[in-house]
């Protein structure tokens, strides 16, 4: 049972675009909702991360919007940039524990 | 500050052998996580640590599958026998606790193939 369903698989975006990543979960004891960046042969980083009492956080280009009544959340990247090329994951934990990935999109961001 | 580190980086064996992959947290850091990321996919947590205890190991394969986290540091995975589905990259993160949540650090990997 997949927990957190993310959505595109790829994403083709031109510089300066706007990229935007969706995911939708479930399981409403989830309490947090974290994004991770990933380049080829690295490990995943925190990118920003939400909590369900707010509905939207921003971070320099990157903005989270949370839809608790949906159960949906998203990644919005404003004026893509070539160096954003990299996989998006989205993730839901609850308890301080038990992290449950997305299966990720693919952003390549076309100078 | 050293971030989290792992080794091998590659493995390539045959199915049937064992395997064991290395971590080392970063200093400090109370809690330690094994994820297996195959290709394709995100990361799926096998096994989290609090210092040298369990918290969660609901989705590791116990029957080849074992981790320790001996002195509350360093941390061992193995596999045996290995089987073709075990390729993947394994993935070792770090936080410093588990009282809220802190930011997971995330290794290299170990990107294992299995013949």
């Known amino acids: 049972q997949q927990q957190v369903k993310q959505s595109p698989q790829s994403l083709i975006v031109q510089k300066g675009g706007i990229s935007i990543i969706n995911c939708a979960y479930e399981n409403t004891a989830f309490d947090y909702f974290p994004w991770y960046q990933q380049f080829p042969g690295k490990g995943p980083a925190l990118l920003i991360a939400?909590?369900?009492?707010?509905s939207e956080k921003k971070e320099g280009r990157f903005t989270i919007s949370f839809n608790k009544s949906a159960k949906q959340f998203s990644l919005h990247i404003m004026d893509s940039q070539p160096g954003d090329s990299a996989t998006y994951f989205c993730a839901a934990s609850m308890d301080f524990n038990k992290f449950y990935f997305g299966s990720g999109t693919k952003l390549n961001v076309k100078p | 500050e050293a971030g989290v580190a792992q080794s091998p980086r590659y493995k390539i064996i045959e199915k049937r052998q064992s395997v064991a992959f290395w971590c080392n947290p970063i200093?400090?850091?109370?809690?330690l996580y094994w994820y297996q990321q195959i290709l394709g996919q995100g990361p799926k947590l096998l096994i989290q640590?609090?210092?040298?205890?369990?918290?969660?190991d609901s989705q590791l394969p116990k029957d080849r599958f074992s981790a320790e986290r001996l002195k509350g540091v360093d941390s061992t995975l193995k596999i045996q026998p290995a089987k073709l589905e075990d390729s993947a990259v394994y993935l070792c993160a770090s936080s410093s606790g588990l009282m809220d949540y802190n930011e997971q650090f995330f290794g290299p990997g170990t990107r294992l193939t299995v013949l």
């Open positions: 939400i909590r369900p009492d707010v």
């Open positions: 640590f609090q210092n040298n205890g369990v918290v969660d």
């Open positions: 200093s400090g850091h109370a809690t």
